[in-house]
């Protein structure tokens, strides 16, 4: 599997079968792996983003399959600039760890948001010493009906370092017109974290400058790939 260049921004546009069947067919955007800081950085212009900082997941019909909150530690890694600072350290936020778990799934309730959101994305954060301080991430996103888009990875992510060091941290999400069910982050290791879930109801945003051909050809692999299962 390929990898891509850590802090590249990869964003690609599926057109699923719009070749065959013409404007009807869904819009799916990839975004990643972006480096992220804080809520600022993500391409989301509108979104309900979960950042633990009470040490709870209690956003709106959101769920995670698995691990635990883990708030204001040595080990934790939170999203640089949710303690007010963005000072290379994510000690004094909180986050979600993995507790073992090699995937974390993060479903969204489309009764009680009324509806699917268009928009999801989830922030990685750390790899502890049981990977090395190095992992090997997948992001994979499930449409309606709990179908595969694609994926992004597996790609490479880690600093050599596990004490709250926020200069790995990367952004994955997604646009896609007809609705995300769930999203998926797995790792070679159950030791690692994540911050800043978010879902919203907008738009794709405008593409970048900078393209990640590497991610295009990944997540394109990806879809292919359950295309022929």
Not at 54 to 59: A, E, I, K, R, S
Not at 77 to 82: R, Y
């Amino acid at each position: 599997m390929s990898s891509v260049t850590v802090g590249v921004r990869v964003i690609v546009v599926l057109t699923g079968s719009l070749l065959m069947a013409g404007s009807s067919a869904a819009t799916t955007v990839f975004y990643g792996p972006l480096p992220y800081l804080s809520a600022a950085d993500s391409p989301f212009a509108v979104a309900t983003i979960e950042d633990f900082t009470d040490g709870l997941l209690n956003v709106p019909g959101t769920s995670i399959s698995g691990g635990t909150a883990a708030l204001s530690c040595l080990d934790c890694d939170s999203v640089d600039g949710d303690d007010g600072l963005i000072d290379g350290n994510g000690n004094d936020g909180g986050s979600w760890y993995s507790n073992g778990e090699t995937s974390l799934t993060i479903t969204f309730d489309p009764v009680a948001l009324g509806g699917l959101p268009t928009q999801a994305g989830v922030v990685w954060t750390d790899v502890g010493f049981g990977g090395g301080f190095f992992a090997n991430v997948t992001f994979e996103v499930f449409g309606p009906g709990g179908i595969s888009l694609g994926t992004i990875g597996p790609i490479v992510l880690g600093d050599g370092l596990g004490q709250g060091q926020t200069g790995e941290d990367r952004f994955f999400g997604i646009f896609n017109s007809t609705g995300i069910s769930h999203i998926r982050i797995v790792t070679d290791n159950g030791d690692w974290e994540i911050d800043h879930i978010q879902y919203g109801f907008g738009e794709p945003v405008p593409e970048p400058s900078v393209f990640g051909l590497f991610g295009l050809a990944t997540a394109a692999v990806g879809i292919l790939r359950r295309r022929r299962l």
